[in-house]
């Protein structure tokens, strides 16, 4: 009978260490998971500056109502060989009162600051670049138009 009860005890020790381990093992993976999380969602990645003629700034959403925005930057890109198109950088706007003076610029010039993240989340936007500041609003060029509406009259 002794001996039966010493083989009990020793199984004992056993189990508090794999429930030990097994706790171990969930705390290591929930710091994961946050640090996964954080890093996806909440660490700004880069940050920067875009410049260019302010297309639009909308409020939109279903559930989570976000400013949405569209800048055409000067300048073509090729997606495809032959193919062309503007470069569009689109953004969204946390800041209310950063948004109500864009939805006031719509066709100015306008200089952006942003900040860059992994992925977007809902209730900040459907972008992964959140403009955070703006630097400069300016009227569009009215000169530039008269300067090219000859070149290209003349070509056709």
Request: net charge positive.
């Amino acid at each position: 009978m002794i001996l039966k009860n010493e083989s009990m005890n020793d199984l004992q020790p056993k189990r508090r260490k794999s429930k030990k381990w097994l706790g171990r093992f969930a705390g290591v993976v929930l710091i994961a998971l946050a640090a996964f999380v954080y890093v996806r969602y909440y660490y700004v990645f880069g940050t920067g500056v875009k410049s260019g003629e302010l297309n639009y700034l909308v409020y939109k959403g279903v559930i989570f109502k976000t400013y949405e925005g569209k800048l055409i930057q000067t300048g073509f890109r090729a997606d495809k060989p032959g193919g062309l198109q503007s470069n569009q950088f689109d953004f969204s706007v946390e800041d209310k009162e950063i948004a109500e003076k864009l939805m006031l610029s719509s066709g100015k010039n306008v200089q952006l600051h942003y900040r860059e993240y992994f992925a977007p989340l809902p209730w900040r936007g459907y972008t992964k670049f959140i403009v955070d500041s703006i630097i400069t609003i300016e009227e569009p060029r009215q000169d530039l138009h008269q300067e090219i509406a000859p070149h290209v009259l003349e070509t056709l």
